[in-house]
């Protein structure tokens, strides 16, 4: 027998795979709108002006390829918890957060996972229904079980209030629960203020752990107010944990800049918990990558960079949001059944368009239009060009 004749394929992934069959669809007018990576007017992921600038600054620097601290460099972590947790926030000041730089928001959330599994010894995640496709995968890879909470109505095409308060109420003590702090990843679907205060309650009343999965900080409203999740839970002078990522906000993604930040109560804690944050990374991938990490530090450490990436990302944002109203209204005007203007109030790149998985492969089989599944939609992967004939398409297919 050969070694590895009992190795049996694994299925593709559910979302990557599909811009696999993307690329090798030979049709030339396909439209992707499934992987969740963002796109400007030309259909491409741009490199932000600032990035470009930061690396024509490095590239003229004496530098060195020698590794990073375990943790991270110190400046890029100062500047992370700066983003998620705001500048001169107490916590920081007293030094009762743990922050370890990650290889992107992914790599953060599988430190979370192992640091929840191995060194607090808790079995169980709860993640919303539905939640992002490589969650579950994630926390399963860290030995933790999953379950699920209500989140998302498909009659209102909004959020399932009462059915996910009501359910996190009844979870037991201690369990941990994944919250996404905006632009909730599938749906597009966010808890306004009022409901984070509601949820912070909660946890803390049930000394539940909240987990705030933060990849998409600017995309909602702006970088400060997004992080209304964040803001809630320290306000209850809670410990919980905290992922977040430069992907799309810098448009870092092959870069994979992110970090995963524990909040202690006191700084003796951070400091034990830091400790072991460290082993999990060196028993990991050793030590972050550089790259990434020294762009984000040489934009936020120059004012002019600093306000030219706030300017670009608000630009991403504004794109986005204005995405949103034209194919509202272009559904509408090429007779689509139904009312889509739920798609204006979502937030983020993903929208739940409500399309079924059939509509779905019929998109995919007769205009080589590829949606996720569960009828996700980017909807920065629509433009000027290809807004009609999806508009189009979808009205065949649901005519």
Request: aromatic share 8%; hydrophobic share 40%.
């Amino acid at each position: 027998m050969n070694l590895f004749e009992l190795v049996t394929a694994a299925p593709p992934d559910p979302i990557l795979g599909l811009s696999e069959a993307f690329r090798n669809d030979p049709n030339p007018d396909k439209i992707n709108l499934s992987v969740g990576v963002y796109q400007d007017e030309s259909g491409k992921s741009p490199v932000l002006e600032c990035v470009r600038e930061a690396e024509k600054r490095l590239a003229a620097t004496p530098g060195t390829k020698g590794y990073l601290p375990i943790n991270g460099h110190p400046d890029y972590l100062r500047h992370t918890q700066a983003l998620v947790f705001g500048e001169g926030n107490e916590m920081i000041e007293t030094r009762c957060i743990a922050s370890v730089h990650t290889p992107g928001g992914t790599g953060g959330l599988r430190v979370a996972g192992d640091f929840i599994r191995h060194c607090l010894g808790r079995r169980k995640v709860w993640v919303s229904n539905p939640t992002w496709a490589n969650h579950q995968g994630i926390f399963k890879a860290a030995d933790l079980d999953i379950d699920v909470y209500p989140y998302y109505d498909p009659e209102t095409h909004g959020l399932n209030r009462d059915g996910m308060i009501t359910v996190l109420e009844d979870i037991p003590e201690n369990d941990v629960v994944l919250f996404h702090a905006c632009c909730h990843n599938p749906t597009g679907v966010d808890p306004d203020a009022d409901d984070w205060e509601t949820i912070a309650k909660i946890c803390k009343e049930r000394r539940l752990l909240p987990v705030v999965d933060f990849a998409y900080q600017g995309f909602a409203t702006g970088w400060v107010d997004d992080a209304v999740a964040i803001r809630a839970f320290s306000e209850y002078g809670m410990e919980f944990l905290v992922c977040s990522s430069f992907s799309k906000n810098f448009g870092l993604y092959q870069d994979r800049v992110g970090a995963m930040h524990v909040v202690a109560k006191n700084a003796d804690e951070a400091s034990r918990v830091l400790s072991q944050l460290k082993v999990l990374v060196r028993t990991n991938y050793s030590n972050p990558p550089a790259h990434g990490s020294a762009i984000v530090s040489t934009v936020l450490n120059d004012a002019a960079l600093r306000q030219q990436w706030e300017e670009e990302l608000k630009g991403m944002r504004v794109r986005i949001n204005t995405v949103r109203e034209q194919f509202v209204d272009e559904l509408a005007r090429a007779g689509v059944p139904g009312d889509f203007s739920f798609i204006r109030q979502q937030r983020g790149m993903f929208s739940f368009s409500g399309l079924s998985p059939e509509v779905v492969q019929q998109l995919r089989d007769k205009y080589s239009i590829y949606l996720v599944k569960s009828g996700r939609i980017n909807v920065a992967g629509i433009n000027s060009r290809n807004i009609g004939p999806l508009c189009s398409a979808i009205a065949d297919c649901l005519g």
